[in-house]
């Protein structure tokens, strides 16, 4: 009895000091990117932009990224993951704003660079802090965590959706980043220098090697399918079902709801059934989710399919990040392959938003649906391998 109240002790409190202020960080990060997705038909009209200019406009994003993450292996290394945690976070939520009311194409897209700079250099800090935190545990708790970014997509893209219903564009945004502030300084202090061994020098390197490159491309994949959803969901649902502005981020919540349960139960998953088993269920289940959610027109069946397009994704992420983190230099792997993933989302947009300009937004979805089978495709070779 004493043995098991000691235990049950310790796991609480490695779960109050390390698990709950790096899931609240994920938890920021998520509600940040929610609300983001709830903007997007708002800004499409603000800035009067069609799909394939703001497709090239979301570069802007894409490269804010992929430039953080080219240094965020030797920022960590050198500072360590909280602090850019903290760092990042207050750039971040500052770029939010910003997006929320820049009204010319040249401040919204220096707006974009903002925050997916400070969004991609705090997802490679959260990664690596995660890592370190789950080693430090001894615990498998990386799908948790990344369940936890989910459940906070879900709640920013609900309340920026609800919010932008009553009150304009400045006021939601600086009710959410005001919110997201007091989360954080409940939290930020537990959020202490965390380093495992293995490591060592190689820290600001990247290892990349042929698995690690396979692993890489698939991250970019699968990021791409999820920017692809979170970026034109809302507009899918305006334009083309034809529903309100204050519904259309229902399509991106429930799409952050179904992989939030899939994250949370995803150590398991993976334990019971094998990572292969998994990812090949995964990719199937999120081209059904995409055939739904095209071919139907009823506004309720077109967000079940981008919620079941949510289950699909939810554990590739995680699986390729856990596979990554496997390797002598877990944290330089991490990294890479995060940014690598990045660098997919970075050449997404403007390829996505040209083949919507073209043809239209289903048909944009279908490709994307494609993609999904070649992650299939990959992680097979991966294990072969």
Not at 114 to 143: C, I, K, P, Q, T
Not at 182 to 189: A, G, S, V
Not at 254 to 279: C, H, N
Request: one cysteine or more; a positive charge.
């Amino acid at each position: 009895m004493t043995g098991s109240t000691l235990s049950t002790r310790h796991l609480y409190r490695a779960v109050h000091r390390f698990w709950y202020p790096t899931a609240m960080a994920f938890f920021i990060n998520g509600v940040a990117f929610g609300g983001w997705a709830a903007l997007v038909p708002r800004a499409i009209a603000r800035l009067d932009a069609d799909e394939g200019t703001f497709g090239l406009m979301l570069l802007g994003m894409g490269i804010g990224a992929v430039l953080a993450m080219a240094f965020s292996g030797r920022l960590i290394a050198r500072f360590g993951a909280s602090p850019l945690i903290r760092v990042s976070l207050a750039i971040f939520l500052a770029s939010y704003i910003a997006v929320s009311i820049s009204s010319t194409w040249a401040l919204f897209v220096l707006a974009l660079l903002l925050f997916g700079a400070a969004g991609g250099l705090m997802d490679v800090a959260m990664n690596a802090y995660a890592s370190d935190v789950e080693m430090h545990m001894n615990w498998r708790v990386m799908a948790s965590f990344h369940g936890m970014w989910s459940v906070g997509g879900l709640v920013g893209a609900a309340a920026v959706g609800a919010m932008l219903a009553v009150v304009s564009d400045l006021t939601q945004a600086l009710i959410l980043c005001a919110l997201l502030v007091i989360l954080f300084l409940t939290c930020q202090h537990d959020l202490i220098p965390l380093r495992h061994k293995g490591d060592g020098k190689a820290g600001p390197r990247f290892a990349i090697n042929r698995i690690a490159l396979t692993l890489g491309i698939l991250a970019a994949i699968c990021f791409s399918a999820e920017g692809a959803v979170r970026d034109w969901s809302s507009l899918f649902l305006t334009s083309e079902v034809r529903t309100s502005i204050d519904r259309a981020g229902w399509g991106f919540a429930s799409f952050s709801a179904t992989m939030a349960l899939g994250r949370l139960s995803g150590d398991w998953l993976r334990l019971r059934f094998g990572e292969q088993r998994v990812i090949i269920t995964s990719c199937v289940v999120a081209v059904l989710g995409f055939l739904m959610a095209v071919l139907l027109t009823d506004y309720l069946a077109v967000v079940a399919g981008f919620a079941l397009v949510g289950l699909g994704l939810s554990n590739i992420v995680p699986i390729l990040i856990s596979a990554a983190g496997r390797s002598n230099t877990p944290g330089s792997s991490i990294a890479f392959v995060v940014a690598f993933g990045y660098a997919g989302y970075l050449a997404s947009p403007p390829a996505l938003g040209l083949i919507a300009g073209q043809s239209s937004l289903g048909t944009m979805f279908l490709v994307v649906a494609a993609s999904c089978v070649a992650m299939a495709v990959g992680w097979v070779l991966i294990e072969r391998r």
